[in-house]
């Protein structure tokens, strides 16, 4: 048995210590959310956070993950209302859609750590989620308006 604390709750899961974080939450635990791409780490379709910090899910085995607290997608704001989903919403940053989890998990680190990211903070944090519509003008102009939305609800 692995125990996983994901979106806050306690998971205990019947699962192989190398089985990789990503096929653990989607095919275990039924969040979804988190896509497979590449399943090297190259692309970020399966990023998740691990304490905060945006990690590739699909190369991380199970077992390095059972002291953090693990967030999807799904665990990122209740309804759907953090600052970078409301501006990901406001723009229409998504084409075909995706990428999105990842590129949302990305830039919600991102603004953790940098409440004003200028656009070459934007593109060095960025820089290993793979969008193939191209909507990294948008992804950059809601990156911006998110960090605006944050310092407003404070």
Do not use: F
């Amino acid at each position: 048995m692995i125990t996983l604390t994901i979106n806050g709750k306690k998971r205990e899961l019947n699962i192989e210590p190398d089985m990789p974080l990503l096929w653990a939450l989607r095919d275990v635990v039924n969040l979804t959310g988190s896509k497979y791409g590449c399943g090297k780490g190259l692309c970020g379709a399966c990023t998740v956070h691990i304490d905060g910090q945006p990690v590739r899910s699909c190369v991380t085995p199970v077992s390095s993950v059972t002291n953090y607290a693990i967030t999807t997608i799904e665990g990122l704001s209740e309804n759907g209302d953090h600052p970078v989903q409301q501006a990901w919403k406001e723009l229409n940053v998504p084409q075909c859609g995706y990428c999105q989890s990842g590129q949302i998990m990305s830039a919600s680190a991102l603004l953790s750590n940098n409440t004003a990211p200028t656009d070459e903070d934007i593109d060095m944090a960025m820089s290993g989620n793979i969008c193939r519509c191209g909507t990294y003008p948008r992804i950059k102009a809601a990156i911006h308006q998110a960090a605006q939305l944050a310092k407003e609800i404070k």
